[in-house]
């Protein structure tokens, strides 16, 4: 009866130990993981409008609640407007897709980013591939999605994302972006 209380108190104490160093490592690395996420979600803002690594931006972030998570208006350093990012995350039966729609102020989607992904990585690569492509150049008005594409839920989480920006875009924004 000892022997099983002593190898209790043991796992127990050897429960609370780990327990106690992987809350504290959260706790010390939280702060560079978020600086990390958003380090690298800005460098899809200089992607998303072909920008080199010297150009300087800025921008605001608006919280939405139509479907997209939030509008991202991006400037050049004298303030000239860039254009818009709307970034939305969809649930699938894979999981979750986050996708970022550039879309410039005409109306002209200038590209879509699967930003992060719980789904298949190679559904979501095929995707990423061979049908994010397609959407630049498009305009918001008269969007067209590939039928066929072989990772349906993926591509329907990133055809629905594109389908809530471009309304968001044209009801909010208008052609002229203003």
Same mark, same amino acid.
């Given at each position: 009866m000892m022997d099983k209380l002593k190898t209790a108190l043991v796992l127990l104490i050897i429960g609370a130990v780990s327990g106690l160093l992987i809350y504290g490592t959260n706790e010390l690395t939280k702060d560079g993981i978020i600086a990390i996420r958003q380090e690298r979600e800005q460098s899809y803002y200089m992607d998303i409008f072909s920008l080199d690594a010297a150009s300087e931006i800025t921008f605001d972030k608006i919280t939405? &609640? !139509?479907?997209?998570?939030?509008?991202?208006?991006?400037?050049? +350093?004298?303030? !000239?407007?860039?254009g818009y990012i709307y970034k939305g995350t969809d649930n699938n039966n894979y999981g979750q897709v986050t996708t970022l729609v550039g879309i410039k102020t005409n109306g002209e989607i200038a590209s879509v980013?699967? &930003? &992060?992904?719980?789904? +298949?990585?190679?559904?979501?690569? !095929?995707?990423?591939? !061979?049908?994010? &492509?397609?959407?630049?150049g498009q305009d918001t008005e008269s969007i067209t999605f590939d039928a066929k594409t072989g990772a349906t839920y993926t591509y329907g989480s990133v055809s629905k994302i594109v389908t809530l920006a471009s309304e968001y875009f044209i009801q909010n924004r208008g052609v002229s972006g203003e």
């Open positions: 939405l &609640s !139509n479907g997209l998570d939030e509008e991202v208006i991006l400037y050049d +350093t004298t303030g !000239n407007l860039i980013v699967i &930003s &992060s992904t719980t789904n +298949t990585a190679t559904f979501v690569k !095929n995707i990423e591939t !061979n049908y994010l &492509s397609p959407f630049a």
